[in-house]
């Protein structure tokens, strides 16, 4: 079963589903910021879906990266058609991803506050752009990372 798990395909279909997840998980806390209710409970759990989230997909493609991509795909796309995808876009890629995380955690110690610390702090728009940021990073990734698929997908052809 971990040998299937851990295949390039399925690795490939974690990472994203993941992200997917993650992505999904700080909308929600995106709208749970803005609606001003302040359930701790949605505000807590949404932060920590998309932490959760982003951590598997950070660990299932760092996986792939270091199991298959170095010595399977990037031949194939610096041979290939474009192989700007990986001088590019895959080392901006592996970049933009370190910061993810760490703007994640900052949103979920951002719900351990209570509706009065969060008032008083005055940080409503400020949280609401950190779970933007985070969003828009996430779906630059993605983007990123299918340029570097069709780019493979182009080498081998």
Same mark, same amino acid.
């Given at each position: ?7 390039? /395909?399925? +690795? *490939? ?33 949404? @932060? ?13 493609? =760092? ?8 010595? +399977? ?15 590019? *876009? ?11 995380? /760490?703007? @994640?955690?900052?949103? +979920? ?27 828009? +990073? ?6 990123? =990372?299918?340029?570097?698929? @069709? ?7």
């Amino acid at each position: 079963m971990l040998e299937i798990l851990l295949s390039k /395909p399925v +690795l *490939i279909g974690l990472h994203l589903a993941f992200a997917i997840i993650g992505i999904d998980a700080f909308l929600w806390l995106l709208g749970e910021i803005k609606n001003d209710s302040w359930r701790k409970a949605r505000l807590y759990w949404s @932060a920590i879906v998309g932490v959760t989230a982003f951590i598997l997909s950070w660990l299932s493609g =760092g996986y792939y990266y270091v199991k298959y991509y170095g010595g +399977l795909v990037k031949p194939i796309i610096q041979k290939g058609l474009a192989p700007w995808a990986h001088n590019i *876009i895959m080392e901006t890629k592996e970049h933009i991803f370190l910061f993810i995380i /760490p703007l @994640a955690l900052t949103a +979920l110690f951002i719900t351990f506050l209570d509706k009065e610390e969060f008032e008083k702090l005055n940080i409503k728009w400020v949280s609401m752009i950190l779970v933007v940021l985070i969003v828009g +990073l996430g779906l630059v990734i993605g983007a990123m =990372g299918f340029t570097i698929s @069709a780019a493979a997908r182009w080498g081998v052809q």
